[in-house]
């Protein structure tokens, strides 16, 4: 049997996907804004000799947002933690209350936790009425033509670097998952239908309304119509919003979304 003093910890040069066994072990599937801050955060290999038994990613060199062990391996869990919280430094954990493993270990050696985002993964059926606001306009598939003045209203209403966003949206151009609605003089809100190339058949969902059309219930249309799009592609929607953002969450759940699942901050015991 394995001794905690047998685990070594290994930078990983280049990073990886979560792996499809790591999405096999979680009770709902993972919010992909916060695969991508994984993806994009120094990983590092946990092993015990020449095997590999899990992963963790840091995320601003003092957060943990992904902690994985094989399954044979679970019972070290919050051993390894332990060890991990002095090694980097580490103060908090972002952590999803869908995926037990982490919850658990972080719930060990938590100091003071609090619900950092909502997760929505389930739809009741749900009809959105259209806004009068809306009279004359359709929401139209973006193309080439379309991405620099969506990524001025963009950066204009949710902020964000225009070089970062300009590549971002590009991506969803590509392939077919950017919409927007315009009337004659401008822009008025954007949704996206993101397809999980991880958890299939899933797809992040997301909407930015313009300040000035705020309030008149385009954020729950744009939301019901990529969850129609989402059902003509063959796709299971998701989407999440900070739990600070009443606005966004009241949205989300007019358009039939509900949530069972947070992300918690996790304040961690030094």
């Known amino acids: 049997m394995t001794a905690l003093q047998d685990i070594t910890f290994t930078l ?3 990073n990886r996907p979560l792996s499809r066994t790591y999405f ?7 919010d992909g804004m916060w ?3 994984v993806h ?3 990983q590092w290999e946990i092993r015990t000799g020449e095997e590999v038994i899990g ?7 003092n957060t943990l947002v992904h902690f994985s062990l094989d399954p044979d391996f679970l019972p070290l869990a919050s051993g390894v933690l332990g060890r991990l919280i002095p090694k980097h430094e580490l103060n908090r954990a972002i952590v999803s209350t869908n995926d037990p493993l982490m919850l658990t270990a972080c719930m060990d050696h938590s100091h003071y936790h609090s619900v950092h985002t909502l997760l929505f993964h389930e739809l009741a059926p749900t009809t959105v009425k259209q806004p009068e606001i809306l009279q004359n306009v359709t929401l139209a598939l973006a193309q080439q033509s379309d991405k620099h003045p969506i990524v001025d209203f963009c950066a204009v209403n949710v902020g964000g670097n225009k070089g970062w966003l300009d590549t971002y949206l590009q991506r969803l151009i590509d392939r077919s998952e950017l919409f927007f609605l315009q009337n004659e003089t401008e822009i008025m809100g954007t949704c996206e239908v993101r397809k999980s190339d991880t958890q299939p058949p899933y ?4 909407m930015i309304v313009g300040e000035k059309f705020r309030c008149q219930g385009l954020g729950a249309y744009l939301l019901g119509e990529a969850a129609r799009i989402c059902g003509e592609r063959g796709l299971t929607p998701i989407c999440s919003c900070e739990a600070s953002n009443h606005g966004s969450r009241k949205a989300i759940e007019r358009a039939g979304f509900r949530s ?5 901050e996790v304040v961690l015991r030094g």
């Open 12 to 14: 990983i040069p280049k």
């Open 24 to 30: 096999q072990q979680l009770t709902a599937p993972y």
């Open 35 to 37: 695969e991508t801050f």
């Open 40 to 42: 994009h955060s120094p």
């Open 55 to 61: 992963r963790y990613a840091i995320l601003n060199k």
């Open 203 to 206: 797809a992040d969902v997301g």
């Open 260 to 264: 069972r699942h947070r992300l918690l």
